[in-house]
């Protein structure tokens, strides 16, 4: 009998939310009615467009008494701007920011874990969750003005999944102060610290949320829960039995992976996937590339987004089956985010949410995907080639280096 891997649980409400445009309205009026607790968790905090309006919802909660805690990675929003840092600190957010570099930076292989999760839960009884930073749809810090919005996607949702994210971010919160406090020899402080992370429980709220939707929350850290994300997707790819779409910006995915979305072409389901078609980061782009020869033998659709950058990591399967199933969360299908990378993804097993995803993923591709002839990628020049098998070789020592096998 196979183990149970997560449970999901009725009761939830959970919508659909695409890019900033959408999310951060969302997100905001959350904020502006929040009454007691803010807990807010992203890998890049930008300040630039209608980023800086999500600061300011911050700032206005932190003002009349709300505790507002604020998580930062290291990597992807590095030390805040002075004036911005400067402003929250003056207005009462509490910030922290995960995992600084130091001297070193990423020379150091422990540096490679990542807080990449993108969470906010507002007085424990909403959650958002997905893979949208706090970054202008418009906007890319390297590449400047966008002309088309960035492609993402989150979630707003209500029941007993808020209490779990709650919970988990609430003890990163007091662990990060614990070793803040042992760094400075503040030993009873940080054991204090360590005694509130472990207390930390939500109870659930008092409300009758009806029937609503089966979903759960899935977390991926380095300790408890290393493989529970990818493990749902392996076990979701099995059951199959019409179709899997598979939307992610950066897919690099491992061999078990790799193998189930080929048996399950194979076995006659139609396997698509929306990646990124435009050049971004070396690694990401060229990486990639390898893989795609044995998924597109197997009969699996590969479509190229072009418009803008892809920064979706979602999923949904049998939209219109006897169990639809959809994820959208910040995950990956890459080494970083599936061995390195605290993560957070919400699952639906909903027909409606199900097929509202892949209606715009649908949309995405049919206006916005180039699709990847087998022959073409078969006729590509050595120099791509090359280029693709170093990036490859460069991913596959990096992870030799951290002791993980993929």
């Known amino acids: 009998m196979a183990s149970v891997l997560f449970e999901l649980t009725e009761g939830h409400q959970v919508q659909l939310l695409q890019g900033a445009q959408e999310l951060f309205p969302a997100l905001i009026a959350a904020m502006d009615a929040a009454l007691s607790d803010i807990q807010f968790e992203t890998y890049i905090f930008d300040f630039t467009g209608t980023a800086t309006e999500v600061a300011q919802a911050l700032m206005r909660a932190a003002r009349r008494g709300v505790r507002t805690h604020l998580v930062v990675d290291g990597v992807g929003t590095g030390r805040l701007p002075q004036d911005w840092a400067d402003r929250l600190r003056a207005a009462g957010v509490h910030c922290r920011v995960y995992s600084p570099l130091g001297p070193l930076g990423l020379l150091l292989p422990r540096r490679w874990r990542r807080l990449h999760r993108k969470l906010c839960v507002v007085d424990g009884r909403v959650l958002f969750c997905g893979g949208i930073n706090v970054l202008d749809d418009f906007h890319d810090p390297n590449h400047g003005r966008l002309v088309a919005p960035r492609f993402d996607f989150a979630v707003q949702a209500t ?61 991926r850290d380095n300790v408890r829960h290393r493989s529970r994300i990818e493990k749902a997707y392996r ?83 049998d939209a219109h089956g006897a169990r639809p199933w959809a994820t959208v969360g910040s995950s990956n299908l890459d080494p970083l985010s599936l061995l390195l990378a605290r993560e957070a993804n919400v699952v639906v097993e909903d027909a409606a949410f199900a097929q509202d995803l892949r209606a715009r993923l649908e949309h995405a591709m049919l206006h916005g995907g180039r699709v990847l002839d087998p022959t073409r990628y078969a006729l590509r020049s050595w120099h791509e080639r090359a280029l693709d098998r170093v990036a490859f070789v460069l991913m596959r020592l990096a992870l030799w280096v951290t002791g993980n096998r993929y």
């Not at 779409?245 to 006659?268: C, D, E, H, S, T």
Request: glycine content about 6%.
């Open 159 to 219: 029941g007993a999944l808020v209490g779990v994210a709650s919970d988990a971010m609430e003890q990163l919160w007091w662990r990060m102060q614990a070793v803040r406090d042992a760094s400075q020899r503040r030993l009873p402080e940080a054991l204090q610290a360590l005694r509130a992370a472990s207390a930390a429980h939500h109870a659930p709220p008092d409300v009758d949320s009806g029937p609503g939707m089966r979903a759960a929350l899935l977390l």
């Open 235 to 317: 076990r979701a790819i099995a059951a199959a039995r019409e179709e899997i779409i598979i939307a992610n910006a950066y897919f690099v995915p491992g061999r078990k992976l790799r193998v189930a979305l080929q048996m399950a072409a194979r076995r006659g389901v139609r396997v698509r996937l929306l990646l990124q078609g435009r050049y971004e980061y070396f690694m990401q782009y060229h990486a990639a590339r390898p893989v795609y020869g044995a998924l597109l033998k197997a009969g699996v659709e590969i479509h190229e987004y072009a418009p803008s950058f892809l920064h979706a990591k979602v999923a949904v399967i």
